[in-house]
């Protein structure tokens, strides 16, 4: 088989990133940074989609409060000498275009329908296997024909420039017709940090497949899963809970009258949109995995036996 019979990927995707190689350092420690979970035999890996798609309902969040600020300055603008009814109420029909705007991308996007995806590397068999979120064929390519390439995304907004960094994974998938190159881009993002987490993940995955996950850094457990009320909840306890904190320490107090004002921007630009994600979000499921592969990963999951007593749920 030629290369040209492969499908391959726009070049494009590849712009910017630095090729990282097999069995070769990477100058950064192995860290668990975009694991989700690992066993003995796999490793699962959270997916860049995962992270678009939860920005992608945060940002219906972000709109609100974006809704809000323009309609008030709005009205700081035209002054209370000037404000007429009318004026009033075009700007009342006029504020809901931006939610209503970023709700259509959301929606568009497929968020609504599936949260993302995950990619699963086995020692034994030496695969990855992953589906893409809005797909349902599994992708199985060879891990040690793998193309690993530490990733660059640009991104420029009204705030400023920033880059992020996931770690692209490229193979082929000889099951298609033609063989197509599959890019599964794995949910690390190294905003602040360059390309160093990326290499830090694949310095893991070396690691891991050369040697398993004795010695390696453990990834953080898995949250059990709460009520919608509880997740929508969260992210208001967790700032209230480091505002606190930061209220404790020596001094704090002093500091209060300039932290308590940034503090407040952050509940109105992270704890608010975090909050509407958990709440859209909650029943939207994750891409599965066919059954075989969860059992041959180690990842499969036991149901437990539902228990009703006169038609009310009891819990084993």
Known sequence: MTADTVKRLPRSVRFGGTPLYHNHPTGEPAQPDGVRRVNEVCVELETYTNFTRRGAAGAIGLSMIGAIAITAFGLFVIGADRLTYQIVMNMVLIAPLLPGMISVFYFASGAHRCRGAFIRIHRGTRKLYFIYPNGKRLHVLDWDKLEAVAGFIPIISASGYASRHPLYLFGIDHAMNPPTEICAACGNLGTFGGDRSARSLWSYLQAFMAHGPGGL???????????????????????????????????????????????????????????????????VPYRQFPKEIDELCGFAEKRQPVIRVNGERIEP
Not at 217 to 238: A, D, V, W
């Open 217 to 283: 850094p453990e990834p953080s457990p898995i949250p059990p899963r709460l009520s919608r009320k509880q997740e929508t909840f969260k992210p208001y306890r967790e700032w209230y809970a480091s505002l606190s904190e930061t209220l404790a320490k020596p001094h704090g107090k002093l500091w209060a009258p300039i932290t308590i004002p940034l503090w407040i921007v952050g509940l109105l630009i992270s704890a608010f949109p975090d909050s509407v994600e958990a709440f859209l979000q909650y029943n």
